[in-house]
């Protein structure tokens, strides 16, 4: 695996383990809510092929809250 890849994949665990932490009993919130948003900003762009060909996130229905 590419090191491109492996920092994505690392990244993703991560914050899945992070999120799964957060929902256990006695779980630091503090921490969670400290470390969630590092973690996700570090989060590297995917890597290619991992996205359908003209694939834009941006591009998708408005949710609650969000302005369109």
């Known amino acids: 695996m590419c090191p491109h890849r492996e920092d994505f994949a690392r ?7 992070l999120g799964h932490y957060a929902h256990t009993p006695g ?6 809510e400290a470390i969630g948003p590092s973690l996700a900003a570090s989060l590297p762009e995917p890597p290619p092929g ?3 060909p003209g694939y834009d996130p941006n591009d ?3 949710y609650p ?3 369109s």
């Not at 990244?11 to 383990?17: C, K, M, S, Y």
């Open 50 to 52: 991992l996205f359908p």
């Open 65 to 67: 809250g969000e302005d």
């Open 60 to 62: 998708g229905p408005a």
């Open 11 to 17: 990244t993703v665990l991560l914050l899945l383990q």
């Open 27 to 32: 779980a630091d919130q503090g921490f969670v």
